[in-house]
């Protein structure tokens, strides 16, 4: 099938944003709240300028609520420039239902970010851009307003130098178990938008693997005609070495396959492991890297669940 492609910028424009915004309503008939999450460790130099332009621009405008930014233990001053910007910054220690979460990575993040924001709709972009602009946020919404059948939106990117991890290890893995979503341009992008209630259905992996989870479990929950894609245009942002990419695939690859291996009704192999192998300095020596293979569960499922929808709709 083809996957819900939207490429002309329908509500770039903040007025515009908030315009289509006031039309819609959340469940039960509240106006509909939109929160912008942002996972940062380390972001220092670059979260200001990604969290400026949305403030000034969309909260300005009222085409969203918030800007929140979870700070994952960083060590330089990313939490003091955020809040400086504008955003409302919480700290990945303190925050969310569970607090100590071992072995976290973004995923991790990114469950207490949903935990902590307000929106019924939460879009999540990435705090290492080199360049961004308020649009990109803007072209992630619409096609949530328009759309009541979408449940998911992912950005693409005519212009990017990254994807080394989607093309050795998405783009084979969607192949595989979904070949109906092989039309996504760039399945692990870090901007995406999503309805709330969606994502407090999924299983969260704590470390990279979470993207990829993402939309397995989306697809898995209410198809592919439930997930669209927007063009973004460009992104430029902090790349990792060959390292951290070696550790993303596998990540993703373990995630991929014990969810498949769960639909199935199948447990996962024991002889798998939980580390990276690969060749140390000397001749025959294997290093080993703890990979971060845990996961948490669906946000709805916890018991106060309940009351922090109560509290966040005030009712």
């Not at 424009?13 to 039960?28: H, K, S, V």
């Not at 460790?41 to 300028?49: A, F, K, L, S, W």
Request: aromatic share 6%; with cysteine.
């Amino acid at each position: 099938m083809t996957i819900k492609t939207f490429l002309e910028p329908g509500t770039d424009r903040p007025q515009d944003l908030a315009a289509a915004r006031r039309a819609c309503t959340a469940p039960g008939g509240a106006p509909l709240r939109i929160s912008v999450v942002i996972p940062a460790r380390d972001c220092g130099p670059t979260i200001e300028g990604v969290v400026r332009p949305v403030v000034e621009e969309l909260m300005a405008a009222g085409a969203v609520d918030e800007v929140l930014v979870v700070n994952h233990h960083s060590t330089d001053d990313t939490a003091e420039r955020a809040a400086r910007a504008g955003a409302r910054v919480i700290d990945f220690s303190s925050a969310g239902p569970i607090t100590e979460i071992p072995d976290s990575g973004k995923g991790s993040v990114m469950w207490k970010g949903i935990w902590a924001s307000d929106g019924d709709i939460v879009v999540f972009i990435d705090g290492d851009h080199l360049r961004f602009d308020s649009s990109k946020v803007s072209r992630l919404i619409g096609p949530l307003l328009g759309d009541a059948s979408l449940q998911h939106v992912r950005a693409f990117y005519d212009q990017y130098g990254g994807g080394r991890t989607t093309e050795a290890m998405a783009r084979p893995m969607l192949s595989l178990l979904h070949p109906e979503l092989a039309g996504m341009r760039q399945p692990l992008s870090g901007e995406h938008a999503t309805r709330r209630a969606t994502l407090a259905e999924l299983v969260f992996p704590v470390g990279w693997g979470t993207e990829f989870g993402i939309l397995d479990q989306i697809c898995r929950r209410h198809g592919a005609a439930a997930i669209g894609q927007v063009d973004l245009q460009y992104k430029e942002h902090v790349k990792g070495d060959w390292a951290h990419i070696s550790m993303q695939a596998f990540e993703l690859l373990y995630v991929a396959m014990r969810t498949e291996f769960r639909a199935q009704g199948r447990p996962l192999p024991e002889h798998w492991g939980s580390v990276v192998l690969t060749p140390g300095d000397r001749p025959g020596e294997v290093l080993r890297r703890p990979a971060r293979t845990g996961e948490l569960p669906p946000l709805m499922s916890l018991p106060g669940w309940p009351e922090r929808e109560r509290q966040r709709l005030g009712v």
